[in-house]
């Protein structure tokens, strides 16, 4: 469950995120846009010069002397080209002085990079107020994704309140019984079809169904629709084919015409020959929407009537029927509530908990919402 923790969570980093980039944005301010770029620009400069040389201008080889004399004229450039009333212009000439010397160690260059602190404290503040707007839109995002949790949470609970308004002592098996009855007699019927029936016709059933969005048989994969489709061992049944896959070439030469090819073709293949069942002309429990199930028959029927008897199309018929009884959505929300809800679920309704929580999470929500909006954010 949501507790209004998350709600000042996300509101909370919303606020310190917005409150950090305001003050880096006022300290910069202090000192003026232009001037803080500008001095920044500068450091960055200086600094990139010094990590560039520390290495190759301390020592007292040739190599060293004249690397430090590259350092010396590209710093002293960069300081002469500073403008006169560059804030801290000072610490630039201070870093200047200390790699003013003939011979360079490592200890100079640490107290040229210490005589720039001041001018590195502008830089810092460009990177403080960068840092502070990434912070900000994470703390967007954050809140937004929550927002979508709390949606999904508030549906849930929406439907458990709904399911918790069904009258459990409604007398479904009204509907489950002929549901259950069609679909004990289109497995039977169709277990019989798939013993009957060449793989040849199992594919074609299985190849019209796309079709159809309400009969979902997985298709053929097209090497081996191409096989049972070109060669005469698609006249053989699906449980053959399968059984033939499992003989020896010598036994195998006396059903077919290559042995090699049927058993790469099928037994390759097994997973799929073996999952070819009745699932996709079975209905669900709980049954759906009255317009919904309607549809679902109308494109089932054609591929019933051609597995299994008018026994079996008549019972399909018979749950259609059931849908236009007026008590249809009454006897079908009760059998969705006692198939989906659980002791726990069904206490918590009772116990008034969910209503509660259902108000939390609405809450939390507006709270979040706001945050956003005063932020100039969209949820």
Same mark, same amino acid.
């Given at each position: 469950m949501s507790t209004g923790l998350h709600q000042t969570d996300y509101v909370a980093r919303l606020e310190r995120a917005r409150e950090r980039l305001a003050e880096a944005e006022r300290r910069i301010d202090a000192h003026g846009e232009d001037t803080v770029r500008e001095a920044a620009d500068a450091y960055r400069n200086a600094a990139t010069l010094l990590e560039r040389y520390v290495d190759r201008a301390t020592g007292t080889g040739r190599e060293n002397f004249k690397a430090y004399v590259e350092l010396e004229g590209q710093f002293a450039s960069l300081v002469e080209g500073l403008p006169e009333d560059l804030e801290h212009r000072s610490a630039f000439e201070d870093a200047l002085e200390a790699i003013d010397k003939r011979r360079l160690s490592e200890s100079d260059f640490e107290r040229a990079e210490a005589a720039l602190g001041p001018a590195a404290a502008f830089s810092e503040l460009l990177e403080e107020r960068e840092d502070a707007r990434e912070a900000l839109?994470?703390?967007?995002?954050?809140?937004?994704?929550?927002?979508?949790?709390?949606?999904?949470?508030?549906?849930?609970?929406?439907? %458990?309140?709904?399911?918790? !308004?069904? #009258? %459990?002592?409604?007398?479904?098996?009204?509907?489950?019984?002929?549901?259950?009855?069609?679909?004990?007699?289109?497995?039977?019927?169709?277990?019989?079809?798939?013993?009957?029936? *060449?793989?040849?016709?199992?594919?074609?059933?299985?190849?019209?169904?796309? /079709?159809?969005?309400?009969?979902?048989?997985?298709?053929?994969?097209?090497? /081996?629709?191409?096989?049972?489709?070109?060669?005469?061992?698609?006249?053989? *049944?699906?449980?053959?084919?399968?059984?033939?896959? +499992?003989y020896s070439r010598s036994k195998l030469d006396h059903y077919v015409d290559d042995a090699d090819e049927l058993k790469r073709q099928v037994a390759t293949q097994q997973t799929?020959?073996?999952?070819? #069942?009745? *699932?996709?002309? *079975?209905?669900?429990?709980?049954?759906?929407?009255?317009?919904?199930?309607?549809?679902?028959?109308? !494109?089932?029927?054609?591929?019933?009537?051609?597995?299994?008897?008018?026994?079996?199309?008549?019972? /399909?018929?018979?749950?259609?029927?059931?849908?236009?009884?007026?008590?249809?959505?009454? %006897?079908?929300?009760?059998?969705?509530?006692?198939?989906?809800?659980?002791? #726990?679920?069904?206490?918590?309704?009772? +116990?008034?908990?969910?209503?509660?929580?259902? !108000?939390?999470?609405?809450?939390?929500?507006?709270?979040?919402?706001?945050?956003?909006?005063?932020?100039?954010?969209?949820?």
């Open positions: 839109v994470d703390a967007r995002k954050a809140a937004t994704r929550r927002i979508r949790e709390i949606d999904e949470e508030i549906g849930e609970r929406e439907r %458990l309140c709904e399911l918790g !308004e069904a #009258d %459990l002592e409604a007398p479904v098996e009204r509907l489950r019984e002929p549901v259950g009855s069609y679909n004990a007699a289109i497995r039977e019927a169709f277990e019989r079809y798939r013993h009957d029936a *060449t793989a040849r016709e199992v594919f074609a059933l299985c190849r019209r169904s796309r /079709l159809y969005p309400f009969v979902p048989f997985e298709r053929p994969p097209a090497d /081996l629709a191409r096989y049972v489709a070109e060669n005469p061992a698609g006249e053989y *049944t699906i449980p053959q084919l399968l059984e033939y896959a +499992g799929y020959l073996e999952g070819i #069942d009745a *699932t996709p002309l *079975t209905l669900s429990w709980p049954p759906e929407s009255a317009g919904v199930l309607r549809r679902r028959v109308r !494109e089932l029927q054609p591929f019933v009537a051609r597995v299994a008897s008018e026994d079996a199309v008549a019972l /399909l018929r018979e749950v259609r029927d059931r849908s236009y009884d007026g008590e249809y959505e009454r %006897l079908r929300t009760a059998a969705v509530a006692l198939e989906r809800l659980s002791d #726990d679920e069904r206490a918590r309704l009772a +116990g008034g908990e969910v209503e509660a929580e259902l !108000e939390a999470l609405r809450e939390e929500r507006r709270q979040l919402r706001r945050a956003l909006e005063s932020d100039g954010a969209n949820a």
